[in-house]
């Protein structure tokens, strides 16, 4: 299959942690790449490859590998992480890029 | 510094067609592939396409073959995607957004600040 899932929404408590999961046959041959997306804003990428921040991300983002599923943990969640989330990979059948549907965070 | 600046607004009547332009700024244009995207109201992101700036090679989502165009001008630093024979599921947020390499991975790393498309009679 050339299509990545993600849960619809997750909640977090403040200052908790919570791990959004995206899950698709094409993690198994590509990195998944990860999107922070505001209301009216474009999406801004939060982690990508194994586990790398691009420049002026904070440490609380970080992401891992598990078989099909790529994982993006956020530990210590802030408000300002209230966002929805989506991971995107390349794929080796199919259309050759594909985004997850998506997961709304919510931090209580 | 990396700029995508897009066309206005547009408001389209169904079987009409839309062009979208993307004005690139602040690195080598011909370097980097050029995606397209899209993002129906309170729906998730979709894949149109992508163009390689310096042969103007194509790639299309299956979904859009047949009905999605994507050009570019190397002169003006401009790529262009065209979606013909509108419907209202066609109505969306279009973002065009550069594709790189960041830390051994093929990503995309700026986007433009989207257009949106209306399709309604």
């Known amino acids: 299959s050339s299509e990545l899932t993600q849960d619809p929404a997750v909640s977090v408590a403040l200052g908790q942690t919570v791990t959004i999961t995206c899950q698709g046959d094409?993690?198994?041959?590509?990195?998944a790449s990860w999107y922070q997306q505001k209301p009216g804003q474009a999406p801004v990428v939060v982690v990508c490859g194994k586990n790398n921040r691009p420049s002026g991300i904070p440490d609380r983002f970080s992401g891992s590998y598990s078989g099909n599923t790529a994982s993006l943990t956020i530990t210590g969640a802030q408000a300002e992480d209230e966002a929805d989330y989506f991971c995107n990979s390349r794929v080796s059948s199919g259309n050759p890029w594909v985004f997850g549907g998506g997961t709304k965070l919510t931090v209580l | 510094q990396v700029q995508l600046v897009q066309s206005g607004a547009e408001v389209k009547k169904p079987g009409a067609s839309v062009r979208v332009s993307c004005k690139a700024s602040?690195?080598?244009?011909?370097?980097?592939?050029l995606h397209w995207v899209r993002q129906a109201p309170g729906q998730g992101l979709e894949w149109m396409g992508i163009?390689?700036?310096?042969?103007?090679?194509?790639t299309y989502a299956q979904k859009l073959q047949g009905r999605v165009t994507m050009t570019r001008d190397t002169s003006t630093r401009t790529v262009y995607m065209e979606l013909s024979s509108l419907r209202s599921e066609d109505t969306a947020v279009y973002y065009c957004a550069k594709e790189s390499t960041i830390f051994g991975v093929l990503l995309i790393d700026y986007w433009g600040q989207g257009t949106r498309v209306t399709v309604s009679s």
């Open positions: 163009i390689n700036p310096n042969g103007g090679s194509t």
């Open positions: 602040g690195y080598t244009f011909t370097n980097y592939n």
């Open positions: 094409s993690l198994r041959s590509y990195y």
